[in-house]
């Protein structure tokens, strides 16, 4: 059996497992509901304020409106990546399913590689679903386009990746509950340190400030989604907010990322996988 | 160059090698030595070298905790030995790809249960990089009694059930080797009689078996040879007959002349009980003590009412070891 082959197979079972498992229902009925009540969102936003709000406080309204529900989008990928890189190692681990299929003849590796792919797919497919149905529904309903689409839902994808390999080295370590509520946990405690960083930052303390660069570093999840949220807000939005003082602001982002810190991200994540390789090889089962 | 002295001689060095090769008798289907295991204060494996020949049926017997099914998870790379070496169809087993001809059904057997029982089979056939014939597979749920179950989700299976699919999974992708870890555990009777069938038809067919239960009538029906675990480490080893040794005869006998019980004391020691009469046989015996005894017995008056064949059986045996052992060791 080639490597290849079998990257391919496990990650084809994976996708199949989300499908059968009736995940990618449940994550396609909470986007439709998700679009639908942000639609309707919208289109009351546009009527009520009919006339009264300049071209540059719409823009502002629709920019930040948008970063709330795509917010909404990355913690639902965020959520269901996370609880199904957890069961699929430490679960089948614990299951025994793992037992005939690693005495197969195929590497663990490949056995890891072929989840993370299938994962992604799965994460990856939802980003991107979704958040093109919400771009469409916004400029259906306010007429607003965001700047860099194909950029921002990249960046989504990132963070979903960078989650789920988190996820999935801690489930070669803890029990399947535990691996999803760390990472999500993780996750969410970022975003807040993020947030409280952002703060600092406007308030020009730096000792604050600090905060954010540093969770931003450890976990880059918060980093990449303030990427995103840049590529889908308007470039004058910040302006009308109030330039810098706008920075506290968590659905708006001020600084766009560095090609240095997508460096970073990337060998955060190669160095994550080869961490939850590493333990993944090792385990006695 | 193809007139290159050097080259055709070496040439011909290989094809001698080859010809070694070839004329020797394969390796055996599972070899292992010194392996070892410790989780954390309890030391799991001691030492324990075992071998099973191509085509053989090798059982592994020992009270639980004996680190039967740790040695089964060594040889299939599941968990990694302190020390030792394995080698499986003479290959070492740190390759991967050495589990190509490999069917293992694990003591904890449990299947996806969003696939079908033939999805199952379809994926382990392809991750064993063979190809097998629909036609094939099916044959091999039907042998273990699910073929009208296959396109059912094994998520609704009961354990019997999902012991029946583990064994299709462990032989679907023509195996030269099968380890079975306790692979009547779920079953009914039935389920176990099927269990040793498909052990016998699998020897007849060459291929090799480990064999890992607590049933010893099972074992002792269809093992060539066994292995004795007991904390740790071998007890015991041989075949049947080796460690089972000594066989007796009860015969069951009226108007017994002292001539006749004469003849009875010189083929082996006798025991006595009313009118039964146990009677040890040699080791050596090829067959003939006991059609020679009951001829003389009868010839020299005896009346004969019964002849039954004794044996120790191989529980005896296993308790006997088990016993000593921890009476020297604690």
């Known amino acids: 059996m080639t490597t290849a082959r079998t990257v391919a197979t496990i990650a084809a079972l994976t996708l199949r497992e989300a499908v059968r498992r009736r995940v990618v229902l449940a994550v396609a009925v909470l986007t439709v509901v998700l679009l639908i009540l942000s639609g309707w969102g919208f289109s009351r936003v546009a009527a009520e304020s009919g006339g009264t709000l300049t071209s540059g406080e719409a823009r502002l309204t629709a920019s930040i409106m948008l970063n709330l529900v795509m917010f909404g989008f990355s913690l639902i990928a965020a959520l269901g990546t996370a609880f199904l890189a957890g069961p699929t190692l430490s679960g089948e681990t614990e299951s025994g399913i793992a037992l005939a299929v690693l005495a197969r003849p195929i590497r663990r590796s490949a056995v890891l590689l072929g989840k993370w792919l299938g994962l992604i797919g799965f994460g990856s497919g939802f980003v991107v679903l979704a958040g093109l149905a919400q771009c469409i529904v916004v400029r259906q309903t306010v007429d607003y386009w965001p700047p860099q689409p194909a950029v921002a839902l990249a960046f989504l994808v990132g963070q979903t990746i960078v989650l789920l390999t988190l996820a999935l080295l801690l489930s070669t370590a803890v029990s399947p509950m535990a691996s999803g509520v760390v990472a999500v946990g993780l996750f969410g405690a970022t975003w807040i340190a993020g947030v409280v960083g952002a703060i600092g930052g406007s308030l020009g303390n730096a000792a604050v400030a600090r905060v954010g660069t540093i969770s931003r570093m450890l976990l880059p999840t918060d980093g990449l989604w303030r990427g995103a949220m840049r590529a889908f807000q308007d470039p004058t939005a910040l302006i009308e907010m109030g330039g810098t003082d706008a920075e506290a602001f968590p659905f708006l982002s001020a600084a766009p990322l560095t090609a240095t810190y997508l460096l970073w991200a990337a060998l955060w994540v190669m160095m994550i996988w080869a961490l939850a390789a590493a333990s993944f090889l090792r385990k006695d089962l | ?330």
């Open chain 2, 1 to 330: 160059m193809a007139g290159n002295p050097t080259a055709v001689g070496s040439d011909a060095a290989r094809r001698a090698a080859a010809e070694l090769v070839a004329g020797m008798p394969p390796a055996p289907a599972v070899w292992c030595s010194g392996l070892r295991k410790r989780y954390g204060r309890q030391q799991a494996v001691e030492n324990v070298s075992l071998e099973v020949g191509r085509g053989e049926v090798v059982g592994l017997l020992g009270p639980n905790g004996a680190g039967k099914t740790s040695v089964i998870k060594m040889l299939l790379g599941l968990v990694h030995p302190d020390a030792g070496e394995v080698m499986l169809l003479g290959r070492p087993a740190t390759d991967p790809a050495t589990r190509a001809k490999v069917g293992y059904l694990p003591e904890l057997f449990r299947y996806q249960p969003w696939l079908s029982a033939s999805e199952v089979l379809a994926l382990h056939v392809r991750l064993s990089g063979m190809t097998v014939p629909v036609q094939e597979r099916r044959d091999c749920l039907a042998l273990v009694g699910l073929a009208d179950r296959a396109g059912d989700r094994v998520g609704g299976f009961s354990k019997g059930m999902q012991q029946r699919l583990g064994l299709a999974v462990a032989l679907v992708a023509r195996p030269e080797l099968v380890v079975l870890d306790e692979p009547t555990s779920a079953l009914d009777p039935l389920g176990r009689v099927d269990v040793r069938d498909i052990v016998l038809s699998l020897k007849s067919r060459d291929v090799a078996v480990l064999l890992n239960s607590h049933l010893i009538g099972e074992v002792e029906r269809v093992c060539d040879r066994v292995v004795i675990l007991d904390r740790g480490r071998v007890a015991a080893s041989g075949t049947l007959a080796e460690l089972l040794g000594q066989r007796e005869v009860r015969l069951q006998l009226t108007d017994l002349s002292p001539a006749a019980l004469g003849r009875l004391a010189a083929t082996g020691e006798v025991e006595r009980s009313a009118d039964w009469f146990t009677v040890a046989l040699s080791a050596e015996d090829d067959g003939r003590a006991v059609p020679d005894l009951v001829r003389d017995l009868v010839a020299l008056g005896a009346r004969v009412h019964a002849v039954e064949p004794a044996r120790i059986s191989l529980e005896e045996r296993l308790l006997g070891i088990l016993r000593a052992g921890s009476g020297t060791d604690r």
